[in-house]
Nanobody, 122 residues
Framework: QVQLVESGGGLVQPGGSLRLSCAAS????????MGWYRQAVGKQRELVAT???????YYADSVKGRFTISRDNAKNTVYLQMNSLKSEDTAVYYC????????????????WGQGTHVTVSS
């Protein structure tokens, strides 16, 4: 079974920075795309950023220029560096791993982490 564990959330003042981490564990052979989503209270979950194993990135317009996604393929870990944080960035941030191949399986699967809270407030 594959598990994703996020860390790094917390309370930060507007203009501050946080770095989220997400480590995938299990009998993982490879992961195609890793990314971050977020869900604010009363809103739908939205895509924040993704990064493929080949290095292709995608960012939501709302975070371009402020957030940076990176990953360590050897460690099956993805990071989200968040700078110039705004109050509207307050949400639960979820890690996602798409098209995960495991040694014992034949079909790739999608996995979610449990979420980590980010609160931007003075």
């Amino acid at each position: 079974q594959v598990q994703l564990v996020e860390s790094g959330g917390g309370l930060v003042q507007p203009g501050g920075s946080l770095r989220l981490s997400c480590a995938a564990s299990g009998s993982i052979f490879s992961i195609d795309t890793m990314g971050w989503y977020r869900q604010a209270v009363g809103k739908q979950r939205e895509l924040v950023a993704t990064l493929t194993s080949g290095g292709i990135t995608y960012y939501a317009d709302s975070v371009k220029g402020r957030f940076t996604i990176s990953r360590d393929n050897a460690k099956n870990t993805v990071y989200l560096q968040m700078n110039s944080l705004k109050s509207e960035d307050t949400a639960v941030y979820y890690c996602n791993a798409d098209r995960v191949y495991v040694y014992s399986g034949s079909y790739p699967r999608n996995y979610w982490g449990q979420g980590t809270h980010v609160t931007v407030s003075s």
